[in-house]
């Protein structure tokens, strides 16, 4: 194993799934992440932001709503750490129809907001962060921005956004993660204060019975079909663990409270499958600064 798998085992997941990922959320969620990530959009979008972050933006159907509902004044980037998920947004957005992500937007201009002005030549660290070579570059379509990184190093100045949201990531950014505070406390630096943090996210249902047939269809039917449809088991058989054990919506709120969050609001779907919280950063106070 390389030493970016090591770093980031998940990544060579979603190499092998990334062509079939959206197929198959469109399967298993019977066509419902669609209206979830409506939901979340709406919230993102909630406080007037003129800067949004997709966290874990994946195949970028979160940045992507986001554009179609706002236009171009607002500033959208997309963020992952996988060049192939991203390489299907961009994709996905140059066949857009909308107006505020035009076709054909181009790759290997530095963002607003990254630190230093980030390039190659003036700073290696972030450089490595945001990949500019022929496969892995940053990409502008219209308002739409999209960059490959890693959460727990984030290129962007503290404060930079006015809302982030996250679509079905985040548990792999703290479920069983030896990194998860470090994912928070990252997230929270770049939103300025009393900035918008939306999470939608698979969650563990409080309804006992309904607890059980949701344990069925995520040990028995998700893997095995995922796996078929996609060519990659293993991948599935993580994705359907990780969303059977995760966290209750209740718990959830409490992580995010402990990393410097107040939650403004959550709510259940799907009875309870599916969780949508919406928190706002806290700012830190002058003594509890390291």
């Known amino acids: 194993m390389d030493p970016e798998s090591k770093k980031h085992p998940l990544k060579d997941f979603y190499k092998d799934i990334y062509r079939r990922y959206d197929l198959v ?4 969620t019977f066509g419902r992440d669609k209206y979830w990530r409506t939901k979340a ?20 159907d979160l940045a992507l709503e986001i ?7 607002i500033r959208i980037t997309g963020y992952d ?30 963002a607003r907001g990254l630190k230093n002005a980030v390039s190659p030549d003036e700073n290696r660290e972030s450089a490595d962060a945001v990949k500019k070579d022929k496969h892995n570059c940053s990409s502008k379509v219209g308002s739409l921005e999209f960059i490959e990184g890693d959460v727990a190093e984030m290129p962007f100045e503290s404060g930079t956004f006015d809302s982030a949201g996250i679509s079905f990531g985040i548990r792999n950014l703290v479920y069983e993660n030896s990194n998860a505070g470090k994912h928070l406390t990252e997230i929270h630096r770049i939103l300025r204060d009393y900035g918008r943090f939306v999470v939608l996210e698979s969650s563990r249902p409080n309804n006992a019975i309904w607890r059980v047939f949701n344990g069925i269809y995520l040990r028995f ?6 796996g078929i449809i996609s060519g990659n088991f293993k991948a ?33 779907l799907f009875m309870g499958s599916v969780m949508l919280l919406v928190a706002e950063k806290q700012p830190i106070s002058p003594g ?3």
């Open 236 to 268: 599935y058989r993580y994705l359907a663990q990780s969303s059977k054990n995760y966290y209750s919506k209740e718990e959830m709120g409490k992580i995010l409270e402990e990393a410097g969050f107040r939650i403004i609001r959550s709510s259940s």
């Open 288 to 290: 509890n600064q390291n």
């Open 41 to 60: 959009v709406k919230e993102c979008i909630l406080n007037n932001p003129q800067s949004i972050v997709d966290i874990c933006t994946g195949t970028g």
């Open 67 to 73: 554009a179609e509902k706002t236009g171009n004044g």
């Open 25 to 28: 959320n469109r399967i298993f």
């Open 221 to 226: 039917i998700l893997p095995y079909l995922g």
């Open 81 to 110: 750490f996988s060049a192939e998920m991203l390489e299907v947004a961009r994709e996905k957005a140059e066949d857009s129809d909308n107006s505020s992500v035009s076709p054909g937007g181009k790759q290997g201009s530095s």
